[in-house]
């Protein structure tokens, strides 16, 4: 059965800090690794990752994906109040267009 | 901007009671999803659609049904609703065949509790 696996469940850091989010995951036929931020209302996109060892970067944030070791984990540097939310992992398979979510990592940064 | 809407926000249903969910999105996209939020269990795919009149199960299919007949709506429906289906629906779309295909655009959610 596929599985994807978000750790920590939860996280509270101070302004400035940095976090690490971990996705790992056992799946068939896997095509790519997407992030995405959920605060009030619809998760928004942050990367896509498919091949290993390459960053993508987006100020503050960084992701990188680790195909041999099948994780990818989320960078945030100097942490703001506004990085508060919820981070989902989601799977692509080839199979089709079904898609894996993982359970999400809920990060509050506190002033 | 990719839109998609979903019409109710928040509802409030009872026991039993036929329920509609609807999702229209804007930006010609092929694929359109039904997912639930619940605390702890994350996004699970309730169905998905890759073309009209075209559905396929997801993880949790049972006790809902889908309804695409034209390309921009997808509709989830609860036959009779039941307590165990409080929760947050979002809908969900994305394109095919194009770079950045499988980026899913989101809805703003469709809470709903069922006495």
């Known amino acids: 059965e596929d599985k994807v696996v978000q750790s920590p469940l939860s996280l509270v850091v101070h302004e400035g800090d940095t976090v690490t989010l971990n996705c790992s995951y056992e799946?068939?036929?896997?095509?790519?690794l997407l992030w995405y931020k959920q605060e009030k209302k619809a998760p928004t996109f942050l990367f896509m990752l498919?091949?290993?060892?390459i960053e993508k970067k987006s100020g503050r944030l960084s992701s990188i994906l680790d195909k041999k070791e099948l994780f990818s984990i989320l960078n945030i540097t100097a942490t703001q109040t506004g990085d508060s939310a919820v981070y989902l992992c989601?799977?692509?398979?080839?199979?089709?267009?079904?898609?894996?979510f993982g359970g999400g990592t809920r990060l509050m940064v506190k002033p | 901007d990719v839109k998609v809407t979903q019409s109710s926000r928040y509802l409030v249903k009872r026991t039993g009671e036929k329920v509609f969910l609807e999702c229209v999105q804007d930006?010609?996209?092929?694929?359109m999803f039904w997912y639930r939020q619940d605390p702890g269990l994350g996004l699970r795919l309730i169905y998905f659609?890759?073309?009209?009149?075209?559905?396929e199960k997801g993880d949790i299919p049972e006790g809902y049904s889908v309804s695409r007949e034209k390309k921009e709506r997808f509709s989830l429906i609860l036959e009779s609703a039941s307590t165990n289906q409080t929760s947050m629906y979002l809908c969900?779309?994305?394109?095919?065949?194009?770079?950045?295909?499988?980026?899913?655009?989101f809805g703003a959610g469709s809470r709903l509790t069922v006495l």
């Open positions: 498919t091949s290993s060892g």
């Open positions: 969900a779309s994305s394109g095919q065949g194009r770079p950045g295909a499988n980026v899913l655009t």
């Open positions: 989601n799977i692509v398979r080839n199979a089709g267009n079904m898609l894996t």
């Open positions: 659609s890759y073309d009209v009149k075209m559905k």
């Open positions: 799946v068939t036929n896997f095509r790519s």
């Open positions: 930006m010609d996209h092929e694929n």
